[in-house]
């Protein structure tokens, strides 16, 4: 069974930083897309961040370029997602979601990615 479970998440000041892990069990991660996506309160879920294994490709969106970067351990199955410089406007619920040879996962219809983790609450806040 395909699993994905989310930590790391917390409460920070503004200009604080996070790392939130993403545990991958029940595949691997070859030829899969795997990132991360937010949703905040009374707002659709976005993607933020996004890695294609099969090529290195990477996605940020406009909003954490530049403060946000993901990351991979091959050898513990775990995705990472260093965000650094938090704004209280990134207080979210992040997920991490994954799908087989999915090529553009953060920016595709949500409804289409087949596994999800169940989240983990950022606030950035003083």
């Known amino acids: 069974q395909r699993q994905l479970v989310e930590s790391g998440g917390g409460l920070v000041q503004p200009g604080g930083s996070l790392r939130l892990s993403c545990a991958v069990s029940?595949?691997?991660?070859?030829?899969?897309?795997i990132g991360w996506f937010r949703q905040a309160p009374g707002k659709e879920r976005e993607g933020v961040s996004c890695?294609?294994?099969?090529?290195?490709?990477?996605y940020y969106s406009d909003h954490v370029k530049g403060r946000f970067t993901i990351s991979r351990d091959n050898a513990k199955n775990t995705v990472y997602l260093q965000m650094n410089s938090l704004k209280p406007e990134d207080t979210a619920v992040y997920y991490c979601a994954a799908g087989f040879r999915l090529y553009s996962l953060c920016t595709m219809e949500t409804g289409r990615i087949p596994t999800w983790g169940q989240g983990t609450q950022v606030t950035v806040s003083s």
């Open positions: 890695l294609r294994t099969s090529d290195g490709g990477t």
């Open positions: 029940g595949f691997t991660l070859d030829y899969y897309s």
